[in-house]
């Protein structure tokens, strides 16, 4: 560390310099990210309200019962209002909070055991591998979706939870949640919903008429659901999304904290300091937008998602993985070939695809920052390395 700082116009230089290798959203290279700009009316708000600590609620109550009301309005975004819920750094926190509430619940089973899709995102084996879970996953079928019949056979007297997935970090599908739901139904066993991703986008999907099966509150066994405002919600990054039908569960598996300047309150997460700036920032997003707002900007997503798509269906040497259900697109190739190499040639353009080795594809998001213009590039581009290989 230097002895004397340095002036202010001196740093902002060096930090321009040191960040020229970032990729960013605005030049269309980013094609493989569930993340996005946050709304510029976001930011603002985030930037004024930046040193909000919902770690203590107490001292910022305010702004604590901000994070209420807007939980409740998700909730009835998500067809129950009175739920309780928090905000977290991001899917994986809340994940991982889902899965130590499945746990908690059955503290008899010695060996818990929760049984998740195939296609579950690798914060479920962070979370397993924390908690000290085993978790047992169900295959998919040729079609990528999930296959019940292995699904169910994985239930067994140790298992304290189950998830399914709506908006698959691969492929952007939705299991069949009301059938997931009538196999556990009874069985007292948790089931969460990681809508990581679809939670604010399927809403919207279902206002456009898209043809989207039930997967939130509004199936009775749904314990609790996963949703980040910082993938479609365009809120600030991170900010994640944790939402729970019984508010009771608090009371029984929450951490108390003894020594906070605001007093003591119970909460789930794992992290003790949390910022209070991207809640308030999201609540703002909700209101500037309202359903009207997020339905344009989903509407936009789904019809470059439908240019590339049939971009991708006249292509020769590559095909799509599924039809997409949202704005994901999975591509794969045509003869079983690996898809590694298309994915190094399109790399070395900079376009940056996520890339899913165990199903042999790669997929673009279509998320609000990607213009048909950025498609259209790299549509080019694609065609230049399917002739070339
Ligand atoms: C379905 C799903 N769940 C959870 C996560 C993890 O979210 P985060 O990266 O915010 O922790 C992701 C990330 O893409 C995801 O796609």
Redesign the pocket.
């Known amino acids: 560390m230097r002895e004397n700082g340095l002036a202010k116009q001196e740093i902002l230089k060096i930090l321009e310099k040191k960040l020229e290798k970032d990729f960013s959203y605005s030049s269309g290279s980013i094609l493989g990210?569930?993340?996005t700009e946050p709304l510029d009316f976001g930011v603002e708000i985030y930037l004024k309200y930046i040193s909000k600590n919902l770690g203590d609620p107490g001292l910022f109550l305010g702004t604590a019962a901000l994070e209420e009301e807007l939980v409740s309005e998700i909730g009835e975004l998500f067809n129950e209002k009175n739920i309780i819920g928090t905000f977290?750094?991001?899917?994986?926190?809340?994940?991982l909070i889902a899965m130590r509430i499945a746990k908690k619940l059955k503290p008899d089973i010695t060996r818990p055991e929760v049984v998740v899709p195939c296609s579950?995102?690798?914060?479920?084996d962070k979370a397993a591998d924390l908690l000290g879970i085993k978790l047992r996953k169900a295959k998919l079928n040729d079609n990528f979706e999930l296959d019940l019949t292995h699904f169910e056979s994985l239930l067994n007297k140790n298992t304290c939870g189950v998830v399914g997935?709506?908006?698959?970090?691969s492929l952007g599908l939705i299991d069949p949640i009301e059938e997931i739901g009538t196999l556990v139904e009874d069985k007292d066993i948790f089931f969460h919903i990681?809508?990581?991703?679809?939670g604010f986008i399927l809403p919207f999907l279902k206002r456009l008429n898209f043809s989207i099966p039930k997967w939130d509150f509004s199936v009775d066994a749904v314990d609790s659901i996963?949703a980040?405002p910082?993938?479609m919600g365009l809120g600030i990054i991170?900010s994640?999304g944790f939402f729970l039908r019984d508010p009771s569960i608090l009371q029984k598996t929450g951490f108390e904290i003894p020594y906070l300047a605001g007093g003591n309150f119970k909460h789930f997460h794992i992290v003790g300091t949390r910022s209070g700036g991207t809640v308030i920032a999201f609540w703002a997003i909700l209101k500037s937008l309202g359903v009207n707002g997020f339905v344009q900007i989903v509407k936009r997503c789904m019809e470059n998602t439908e240019y590339l798509t049939a971009q991708i269906n006249d292509m020769k040497g590559i095909k799509l993985v599924t039809n997409p259900i949202t704005n994901v697109v999975g591509i794969t190739t045509e003869n079983g070939e690996s898809i590694c190499k298309i994915d190094e040639e399109l790399r070395k353009r900079n376009w940056m695809l996520g890339k899913f080795e165990e199903f042999n594809l790669i997929r673009v998001v279509v998320m609000p920052h990607v213009q048909k213009s950025h498609l259209q590039n790299f549509v080019e581009d694609l065609k230049k390395i399917l002739k070339k290989l």
């Open positions: 990210s569930m993340c977290t750094t991001g899917g994986s926190e809340a994940n579950a995102h690798i914060s479920f997935i709506a908006g698959t970090t990681d809508a990581a991703f679809g996963t980040d910082h993938k991170p994640g």
